[in-house]
Nanobody, 125 residues
């Protein structure tokens, strides 16, 4: 059974930075396709970023391109989301998602069967 624990959220001002962490147990993170999604109040959960198993390939939502970086840490079995130059529109609950399936990239919710509980990111203006 795969369990994902996402963490690292917080409250900060516009222009600040945060690093979110997704820790996987039950499987090594390198055996999973992993992504980050987010859900703002009153909105649908949306894709943010994904990374391939090798870590060599990444894909981002247009709204975060150039500001967010997704990466793997094989030593600690984690996937990170480094978020820079944060804006109020980035305020949301951020969820780590993973799948043992194949076919990359996956940028929709139904592509993932494992989910973290979410971590809140609030950016004030």
């Amino acid at each position: 059974q795969v369990k994902l624990v996402d963490s690292g959220g917080g409250l900060l001002q516009t222009g600040g930075s945060l690093r979110l962490s997704c820790a996987a147990s039950g499987r090594t993170s390198s055996s999973l396709l992993t992504a980050w999604f987010r859900q703002a109040p009153g909105k649908e959960r949306e894709f943010v970023a994904t990374v391939s198993r090798s870590g060599d390939n990444t894909r981002y939502a247009e709204s975060v391109k150039g500001r967010f970086t997704i990466s793997r840490d094989y030593a600690f079995n984690r996937v990170y989301l480094q978020m820079n130059n944060l804006k109020p529109d980035d305020t949301a609950v951020y969820y780590c998602a993973a799948t043992s399936g194949y076919g990359w990239p996956r940028m929709t919710r139904d592509g993932y069967e494992y989910w973290g509980r979410g971590t809140q990111v609030t950016v004030s203006s």
